[in-house]
C-alpha cells in the first residue's frame, strides 16, 4: 500500500504563491513518476505536472509559472506555484505510479480570490 499525505492549499490573492507538499510512505519502491493533477468544480481531474527519473513535464497552462521538484531522501514531491490565477483554482491531487497502478492523495484545496 502506498499512503500519500498533501499538505500547503489555502487562499491566495491573483498573482501570489503557494507552496505544494506530498509525502509518500508505505511501499514506496519501483516509483516512476509522481506529480500532481487538479480538478476544478464541474470539470475533469487534469494533469498538472509529474515528475519521473526521465525528466518533467508541464501542462501548457502552468508552463513557467509551476515549478515541481521531488526530494528522493524524503520520498517526497513538491509543488511551487507563482503568479497565481483565478483560473487555478481547484482541488489539487498528489499522484504516484508505481508498477502499472495510481495512487492518490486526499487533496488540497487551492483558491485564487482577491
Known amino acids: 500500500q502506498v499512503q500519500l499525505v498533501e499538505s500547503g492549499g489555502g487562499l491566495v490573492q491573483p498573482g501570489g504563491s503557494l507552496r505544494l507538499s506530498c509525502a509518500a510512505s508505505g511501499s514506496i519502491f519501483s516509483i516512476y513518476a509522481m506529480g500532481w493533477y487538479r480538478q476544478a468544480p464541474g470539470k475533469q481531474r487534469d494533469l498538472v505536472a509529474i515528475?519521473?527519473?526521465?525528466?518533467?513535464v508541464y501542462a501548457d497552462s502552468v508552463k513557467g509559472r509551476y515549478a515541481i521538484s521531488r526530494d528522493n531522501a524524503k520520498n517526497t514531491v513538491y509543488l511551487q506555484m507563482n503568479n497565481l490565477k483565478p483560473e487555478d483554482t481547484a482541488v489539487y491531487y498528489c499522484?504516484?505510479?508505481?508498477?502499472?497502478?495510481?495512487?492518490w492523495g486526499q487533496g488540497t484545496q487551492v483558491t485564487v480570490s482577491s
Open positions: 515528475i519521473t527519473n526521465s525528466g518533467t
Open positions: 499522484n504516484l505510479k508505481r508498477l502499472g497502478a495510481d495512487y
